[in-house]
């Protein structure tokens, strides 16, 4: 315990790096640990953050230099002369590589990527004007574009980008090189826009939750003043924004007056956040009620079973309550992410278990599903069911449009810090794995904390509790709603967290056992896709079906669940890593199926055979050939 006094004491501020740092917000109920503070032993997510490291952040770079990102800001600096390459909008795509190295190096110290990446910085920050002004887009034959594109252009978008990944810099490293050039550009927005001088808005929500994240770093005020006038949905604002745009952008009128999600659902998703973050430090309940009403809007009619959400791909955008199709779910990497951002804002607001179940949800399957298990390929939809057309190549190294791949990066790589808060009260446990937490009370007190399982896998969860010396306090461990009402022995069940307020001792243990069996779901009957269907669940994982795994590869649409019989979970070291499949029976249509009639009445005996069907960890679709996939089974 000596040891993590001196460990304690000794950090230095560039090491105490949180994903958000709610440390001082007024509205904050719970507030961060560092990413450094914990460590994540073997498990679960083990390979994911290692290939993360290994092969998605490198990989990403070499394609960025074959595809011309980053001679995009060498050709400003005079290091390359050559033509802008890309779409309008992929310097956020290099921040967010950026702000995912940043979260690695927290981790650990990874030399090869380090340098990697301070070279990258340095070409950024090479080719900023003398006025502050950076963007590669919007200079030389497309200057005279600059803040006129508002709807589509994307500039505050990038900086927002650019921000975070600057905070994120000096957090891990103490450098200020990438942020001071951020704030060069803020500073150039704040002379020339705003109250009172050239109206302004952004077309793609980011440039929000990056000045209130700036005004926590800073202190400064006018940041978090500036980021309540891109939510505010100042008059002028308006006056520039055609009417046609409204119903697309996500920011065409006050966040407060929003009674619905619509629109492009990315950008719904981090104006959310956003306006979280300006809750969080200003308290304006206008924005909490505006928030509870989005937020129920989201859980109660236009999230998958997955925790993505974009029903349409016109637009990539929310469609009608229960407009929730499968095969045509638009469902982006980046949209589940955002539900991540938003939910555990919300959190931070209320301590709340309800908020870390849909980011649970989101981040074992609508999110982890975008990225491949070799690491080098990404979905930017994520459907819940594809027909097997060799063309239909959901899963690919580049997308022109690359925000999901660096998004996905600066998760895996920012993992830990969402695994534990602190509270007045005590600790939080919200996410469960083999892990490590060094850190403290919220009194100073230090706290060794550590965990014991094999979740998702198996629900049995040992926490050891080693306080520096004998403390009274409450550890609160999140009771997952998949896991039904769940009454503890002792302590209390408060707002989705197993309450236990004692006297802790060093090495005093505390276990939890959740109910890791898989269990069928049905959706809402006004889900006009999913009538007379269920999704099978086990733990936080969705499961699907791939024809790979059935009887002679039948095409996973020929089969019908039977839904009076239990499934069972079969461990699988052999497949897609290591995983535990569930088989379920089934009938299955027999052969000859496709000679029938289109239509025949109602009530028509059906030729069907008796079988077993067997299902995958969703995450894990299309990880191998093109094949059928489905995520909904109609019910025998």
Same mark, same amino acid.
């Given at each position: ?16 790096a ?5 440390s ?6 719970l ?9 994540l ?75 990697? @990446?301070? !070279? ?5 920050? =090479? ?5 502050? #002004? &950076?963007? /590669?887009? %919007? ?12 709807r589509?252009g994307?500039?505050?978008?990038c900086?927002?980008?650019m921000?975070?990944?600057g905070?994120?810099?000096?957090? @891990?490293? !103490? ?5 001071? =050039? ?5 500073? #150039? &927005?704040? /002379?020339? %826009? ?28 006018k940041?978090l003043?500036f @980021?309540g ?23 065409g ?11 492009h ?31 129920d ?7 998958y ?8 791909s ?40 309800r ?14 599903s975008g ?8 979905c930017?939809r994520?459907?819940?069911e594809?027909t ?50 060094k ?17 998702p896998?198996?629900?049995?969860v ?7 010396e004998?403390?009274?306090?409450t ?8 896991a ?20 802790w ?17 049905a ?6 896709d ?31 669940i ?32 496709d000679s ?31 094949t ?9």
């Amino acid at each position: 315990m000596r040891r993590l006094l001196l460990i304690l004491l000794f950090l230095s501020p560039a090491a105490l790096a949180q994903v958000i740092d709610t440390s001082h917000s007024p509205k904050a109920v719970l507030h961060p640990v560092p990413v450094q503070a914990v460590t994540l032993g073997n498990g679960f997510w083990t390979e994911r953050r290692r290939v993360n490291v290994e092969v998605s952040l490198p990989t990403l770079l070499q394609l960025f230099e074959e595809n011309g990102i980053l001679d995009n800001f060498r050709r400003l600096s005079g290091k390359k002369d050559v033509a802008r390459r890309g779409p309008l909008y992929t310097d956020s795509d290099v921040y967010k590589w950026l702000e995912a190295v940043a979260f690695v190096l927290e981790n650990g110290n990874d030399a090869a990527l380090r340098k990697s @990446a301070e !070279g990258v910085i340095d070409d950024i920050v =090479a080719a900023q004007e003398p006025s502050g #002004y &950076l963007n /590669t887009y %919007f200079t030389r034959e497309h200057l005279a574009e600059r803040h006129t594109n508002m709807r589509h252009g994307h500039e505050l978008y990038c900086l927002g980008h650019m921000l975070q990944a600057g905070i994120a810099w000096q957090r @891990a490293t !103490g450098k200020s090189k990438l942020l001071d =050039a951020g704030r060069r550009m803020v500073e #150039y &927005l704040l /002379t020339n %826009f705003g109250p009172d001088k050239k109206p302004i808005f952004e077309g793609h929500p980011e440039i929000e939750l990056s000045l209130v994240e700036l005004y926590r770093t800073t202190g400064n005020r006018k940041y978090l003043d500036f @980021a309540g006038y891109f939510l505010g949905g100042d008059e002028r604002n308006l006056a520039v924004i055609p009417p046609r745009d409204l119903v697309y952008l996500f920011t065409g009128k006050p966040f407060t007056a929003r009674t619905q999600l619509e629109g492009h659902a990315v950008r719904a998703m981090y104006a959310s956040s956003g306006a979280t973050d300006y809750y969080l430090e200003t308290g304006d309940d206008r924005y909490w009620r505006t928030l509870g009403t989005l937020w129920d809007d989201l859980t109660q009619r236009k999230m998958y079973l997955t925790g993505g959400v974009g029903s349409r791909s016109a637009g990539e955008a929310f469609g009608e309550p229960y407009e929730l199709p499968n095969q045509l779910a638009y469902t982006e990497s980046c949209a589940a992410i955002g539900v991540m951002f938003w939910n555990w804002r919300m959190a931070q607001a209320t301590a709340d278990g309800r908020y870390m179940d849909v980011f649970e949800r989101a981040l074992y399957n609508g999110a982890n599903s975008g990225l491949s298990l070799k690491g080098n390929l990404y979905c930017y939809r994520n459907p819940l069911e594809l027909t097997g057309n060799p063309d239909d190549r959901i899963r690919n190294p580049w997308y022109d449009t690359t925000c999901c791949p660096p998004n996905l990066q600066r998760i895996l790589g920012s993992l830990p810090g969402y695994f534990y808060s602190t509270s007045k009260e005590g600790v939080y446990v919200h996410l469960f794995h083999n892990s490590t937490l060094k850190w403290k009370l919220e009194d100073g007190t230090a706290l060794e904390l550590s965990q014991k399982t094999n979740y998702p896998w198996d629900g049995t969860v040992e926490i050891t509790v080693t306080p520096a010396e004998p403390k009274e306090f409450t550890l609160f461990i999140r009771l997952p709603a998949w896991a039904g009402s769940m009454k503890p022995a002792e302590g209390e069940s408060r707002s989705g967290y197993w309450a236990l307020r004692k006297s802790w001792r060093p090495g005093d243990k505390v276990t939890l056992r959740l109910p890791v069996e898989p269990q069928f779901v049905a959706a809402n009957p006004r889900v006009r896709d999913d009538v007379g269907k269920v999704a099978v669940e086990r733990g936080p994982l969705v499961y699907c079906m791939e024809a790979l795994d059935q009887p002679q590869g039948a095409n996973v649409f020929d089969w019908f669940i039977d839904g009076t019989q239990r499934p069972r979970s079969e461990w699988r070291a052999d497949l897609l890593g290591g995983v535990t499949v569930v088989r379920a029976s089934a009938a299955r249509l027999s052969p000859g199926g496709d000679s029938r009639p289109l239509y025949s009445p109602a009530g028509a005996p059906r030729q069907s055979q008796p079988g077993q069907i067997t299902l995958i960890p969703y995450y894990t679709f299309s990880n191998r050939e093109p094949t059928s996939m489905q995520v909904w089974v109609p019910l025998k």
